[in-house]
């Protein structure tokens, strides 16, 4: 059974920073491309950043040059490092397998709420 775990989600001021963790169980990281996804009220959710198997990594544009994705192999635990937070950035942070989204659009678990206060 696959098991993914969200944590580190707060409420921070602008300009301020986070950082989430995502520990998964019976599957591992290191072979597998994982990923961020935020959903905001009222919006869809997008894809925030990820990291493939081999460690290449992709962000939203909108994320650029102020998140990190990372993960730590050993502890099968990925990492969204958030700085310059924005009160845009404020929505509710998924992780996931990226091709348990690209194939079965899920599951998702509880997510992790970020809110960014101005």
């Known amino acids: 059974q696959v098991q993914l775990v969200e944590s580190g989600g707060g409420l921070v001021q602008a300009g301020g920073s986070l950082r989430l963790s995502c520990a998964a169980s019976?599957?591992?990281?290191?072979?597998?491309?994982v990923g961020w996804y935020r959903q905001a009220p009222g919006k869809q959710r997008e894809s925030v950043a990820s990291i493939s198997s081999s460690g290449r990594t992709n962000y939203a544009d909108s994320v650029k040059g102020r998140f990190t994705i990372s993960r730590d192999n050993a502890k099968n635990t990925m990492y969204l490092q958030m700085n310059s937070l924005k009160p845009e950035d404020t929505a509710v942070y998924y992780c996931?397998?990226?091709?348990?989204?690209?194939?079965?659009?899920?599951?998702w678990g509880q997510g992790t709420q970020v809110t960014v206060s101005s």
């Open positions: 996931n397998f990226l091709s348990a989204v690209a194939f079965n659009g899920g599951p």
């Open positions: 019976g599957r591992t990281f290191s072979i597998n491309g």
